[in-house]
């Protein structure tokens, strides 16, 4: 049984980015992909290209914001 099978709305491959991989995977599944964009991630217009359904911002936008945080933190002890 696949999760498609119990009606999920989309599929979330964790960490599953290599243009390969991908059109793979979205090949053998019956279902909306979502994928994390990371910074080695296709460009948009790729995994569009590819199939993919939804794209998750929120660890890339995390990963950033903290380190702009980090730079400012830095930047107060010098």
């Known amino acids: 049984m696949s999760f498609v099978t119990f009606a999920v709305d989309c599929v979330y491959p964790i960490a599953l980015w290599e243009t390969d991989a991908l059109r793979r995977f979205l090949s053998e599944v019956r279902g909306a992909v979502n994928v994390v964009r990371l910074p080695q991630t296709p460009s ?9 359904a939804r794209v998750s911002w929120a660890t890339r936008l ?5 380190a702009r945080f980090e730079d400012q933190l ?3 002890q010098e």
Not at 44 to 52: F, K, M, R, T
Not at 62 to 66: E, I, P
């Open 62 to 66: 995390h990963r950033d914001a903290m």
């Open 74 to 76: 830095t930047s107060l």
């Open 44 to 52: 948009l217009a790729e995994l569009a290209a590819l199939g993919v």
